[in-house]
């Protein structure tokens, strides 16, 4: 193929690796991916966490042509169009109860940036403008926006952007290896890690902190579940002092876990959860924030105008709005929200089978979300033997995703039993290999 890789910077990618030896894809349906020479590649990592129905399903693919035939864009400020109100609509049977009002982003890091914007302007509206501080955890992500990048805890993707936003601050992440390696579902030990946000109180006081925001389980440092009863204890302690708390759930929202939300999975209810991702089956960009009601009411209760001075040209999209409804339609016909817990026995399995092989540090599984770590190569890059164990799957025919030392699964919700059995025949393959 006569490309010229030069012009194009790729993110969060090691561009000059990348183009010495390509990895392309240029055609997907279901399960697979093909690349430009024809190899087929099972995807083990639903593209990046968003095709949740698998690829190319003709239903999205023919909502969004019609909609390009029918009307291409509209303004969402001042001006509305029928099938965002009714995508809302339809979204909040899905969300836990009470999370009914929606507000529309391009993306993941747009959603967390409008979640915490309510979050001040919330406080701000109730009298309360002191509460301005916001509080992440040490290894989550929140993607790369401003808010997200200082709230988001892995330190490569901070130290380069300088102090990037003031008044945040870090709870302890929840990563035991010690007490709950190999752990299957959530771990037993780390309920206690809540309390941190105690000590974040007495250290700043509570009448200065606005909101917490936690993905209820981490992804892309490595697919870290909550342990047992640590969400709860959040969710009390938020409500103690007065904070909001916000679930990231661009990766756990829509069927990962086995339950439409991480939210219901757990039983522990936030005040807003951001979304993205599986909303258009990845598609077409779109994120939510699905908000409380009673914290929309407070806005709605404003002086008469404009009572959120936020927004995106995107908010909203018709054709985003079409993939969504289609998706959400395939989503239900399939089954595919709770498909997780059926399977979660048979990705339990086969996760764990792997224990014991070379470098294999920790396992972790929860739906059809599965991690393997391993113990970092000495002397070696972080991450290098994960990123090795990545490659040597792309090139026996398995995508999967390095984060760190660990390998995620993830892979579309439509997976049978014996592609499960491929991804782990092949990690297998290549572990004895190349770890
Ligand atoms: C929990 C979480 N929040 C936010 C984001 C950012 O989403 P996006 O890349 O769509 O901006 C991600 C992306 O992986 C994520 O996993």
Redesign the pocket.
Known sequence: MDLNLDAFWMPFTANRDFKQAPRLLSKAKDMHYWTPEGRQILDGTAG??CVNAGHSRPRIVEAIARQAVEMDFAPPFQMGHPLAFELADRLTRYTPAGLNRVFFTN??????ESALKIALAYHRLRGESHRTRLIGRER??????FA?TALGGMGPNRKMFGSSLSGVDHMRHTHDLARNAFTKGQPEHGAELADDLERLVALHDASTIAAVIV?PM???TGVLLPPKGYLQRLRDICDKHGILLIF?????GFGRLGSPFAAQHYGVTPDMI?A??GITNGTI?M?AVFVKQSIHDTFMQAPAGIELPHGYTYSGHPMACAAALATLDTYDEEGLLTRGQQMHAKMEAAVHSLKGLPNVADIRNTGLVGAIEFAPRAGAAPGRRAFEVFLGCWEEGVLLRAAGDNIAISPPLIISDSQIDQIISTLEKVIKRVA
């Open positions: 990046l966490w993306s993941g890091s747009e959603s967390v989550g992500y929140h993607g790369v926006n997200g993905e981490a992804g892309s990231d759930e661009v990766i756990t951001t993205a991702k960009p994120g």
